[in-house]
């Protein structure tokens, strides 16, 4: 049995080999930039939330550049019954009428946003906090369903806030409300905004943490797990009913952003400890990784 010295310095000799290990993907990455939408478990439960925020310190740290897009349904839930609003909910989407709308931005922008940006910063890193409507950073448009309210999609994308931010060392957090051209505000599903910010920026990865592993062949069963599927294949999942649900969004949004241009894009289980990390700086990473073409 390892004495107290000797466990400290075998902690330590494991320490710098995983430093040294790390290296090559340092330098694969640094000046890359990688999108990363913050959500599920990861952005609710304290400890997993300390670990994402410690992995995007870090990846800014040794040259990467983050940018993490979020969004808050269950925080948007609590002020709704707060206020006496009941939240509705049609085909998936949030039924966003003019009170509901006001309370998204609200919390989005005004809370989640800033808490992320505050722990950040607390954590060593630089960050700065934006929504849609910052830099004309997000055109917004209704989405055309009838019933849902002010829910929208993705016009267009000005990312010169951003880089403006990335040059300088800081942090990018962006919450997913923007507004059309008169103003009026929307709430747009964050893993869209994501995936369209990250083809605006010709990111290197888009990242989305969810609550699942990845990918399943079997949604029941997480030892069926997908762990690399070109677009194609993507669109195959879908067609046959694989890839279902919530997954589906997720799975269109990584698909739009290879066409557009990412390199590659990632669904992974944030509820993993250090989830980002193990994605980008190992070989086998956890989770779903979908790339433009298998060759």
């Not at 080999?17 to 330098?27: F, G, M, N, T």
């Not at 000005?158 to 040059?167: K, M, P």
């Not at 009026?184 to 609550?211: F, M, R, S, W």
């Not at 590659?264 to 509820?271: C, K, L, N, P, V």
Request: proline letters at 4%; charged letters at 20%.
């Amino acid at each position: 049995m390892l004495n107290e010295h000797e466990y400290l310095r075998e902690a330590d000799a494991t320490r710098v080999r995983v430093l040294s290990e790390a290296l090559p993907y340092i330098q694969q990455f640094a000046g890359r930039t990688i999108v990363v939408k913050y959500g599920g478990a990861a952005m609710k439960e304290s400890t997993l939330k300390d670990k994402v925020i410690r992995d995007i310190v870090f990846l800014s740290c040794v040259g990467v550049r983050p940018v993490v897009v979020h969004g808050g349904g269950p925080e948007i839930n609590t002020w709704l019954g707060k206020l006496g609003i009941a939240p509705q909910f049609k085909d998936g989407l949030r039924v966003t009428d003019a009170p509901t709308m006001d309370v998204v931005e609200m919390v989005l922008v005004g809370r989640v946003n800033k808490e992320i940006v505050t722990l950040i910063n607390q954590a060593g890193g630089a960050a700065v906090g934006l929504c849609g409507k910052d830099g004309n950073l997000i055109g917004a448009r209704p989405q055309g369903q009838e019933g849902i309210g002010f829910v929208g999609d993705v016009t267009s994308v000005d990312t010169r806030v951003v880089e403006a931010l990335l040059d300088s060392g800081y942090v990018p957090v962006i919450s997913s409300v923007a507004a059309d051209e008169s103003g009026q505000a929307y709430n747009i599903n964050a893993d869209t905004v994501a995936g369209e910010i990250a083809a605006a920026l010709g990111a290197e990865k888009l990242i989305l943490l969810t609550d699942t592993a990845g990918i399943l062949r079997d949604y029941k069963d997480p030892s069926t797990l997908i762990p690399k599927v070109d677009i194609q294949g993507a669109r195959e999942l879908i067609e046959e009913g694989i890839v279902a649900g919530g997954m589906i969004p997720k799975v269109t949004c990584c698909v739009r952003s290879l066409a557009q241009g990412v390199k590659a894009a990632h669904i992974i289980d944030g509820r993993i400890p250090h989830a980002l990390l193990l994605e980008v700086f190992t070989d086998s990473g956890i989770g779903s990784m979908i790339v433009g073409s298998r060759f």
